[in-house]
């Protein structure tokens, strides 16, 4: 038995776990007056939209420079990748298997775990709630990691700017990337976790899914 079929409900504010009124319009948590929902309304469609608008800026994220570097009137501009290649050709492969792993591994699992995840719910896909529950976990998890590529980014640009023999310069694959990773985390923190239990029921149809 799920907390929706005993008429339990929680509130996404303070946490409080109240069993409210059958009868009242709008449920509101008797500790916060936050307004109460079964699920969450929506919220499959925005983390479907955050998803795919996340897959759509992963593309220029790769396609586009990531950084312009100028060195002794020189300049370069690389992507992700052809900077994942210099980096291991120049002999750094930790630092390229860095690269790699937080700017082209970890966003395509995450993309990749949101879309099966969200199939899965709107399919009710043959998946055990254990499983679900694992993916979504791995997916927040697996967020904190996305930005480590900026913050390499970033650490170079400053230490390079203390010098005077080269410049670098963030590119607009820099900002497409940073975008991705934002609306990834929008995407996971929209979603409704209860949607998967809904799930495992079998309901009889979407609006089941999405009431309010």
């Not at 994942?84 to 937080?102: N, Q, R, S, T, Y």
């Not at 929008?186 to 009889?204: G, I, K, S, T, Y």
Request: net charge positive.
């Amino acid at each position: 038995m799920t907390a929706k079929e005993a008429g339990w409900l929680v509130c996404s504010t303070c946490h409080k776990l109240s069993r409210p009124v059958s009868h009242a319009q709008h449920l509101r948590c008797p500790r916060c007056h936050t307004r109460l929902h079964w699920r969450t309304p929506n919220s499959l469609a925005y983390a479907w939209a955050f998803t795919l608008a996340a897959f759509i800026m992963f593309i220029p994220a790769n396609m586009y420079p990531i950084t312009h570097i100028n060195f002794f009137g020189a300049g370069q501009a690389d992507t992700i990748l052809s900077g994942v290649i210099e980096l291991a050709k120049a002999g750094m492969i930790p630092i390229a298997a860095v690269v790699f792993i937080a700017s082209i591994a970890v966003p395509l699992l995450k993309l990749a775990g949101l879309i099966i995840l969200l199939l899965s719910v709107q399919f009710r896909w043959a998946m055990s709630v254990r499983q679900r529950t694992l993916m979504y976990r791995f997916i927040e998890w697996i967020g904190r990691w996305s930005m480590l590529d900026l913050f390499v980014i970033a650490t170079l640009v400053a230490l390079v700017k203390l010098g005077n023999i080269a410049t670098i310069e963030a590119g607009v694959g820099a900002s497409a990337f940073g975008a991705v990773v934002v609306l990834t985390m929008l995407a996971a923190h929209v979603f409704d976790p209860r949607l998967m239990w809904d799930n495992a029921a079998l309901p009889e149809s979407a609006a089941e899914i999405e009431e309010d």
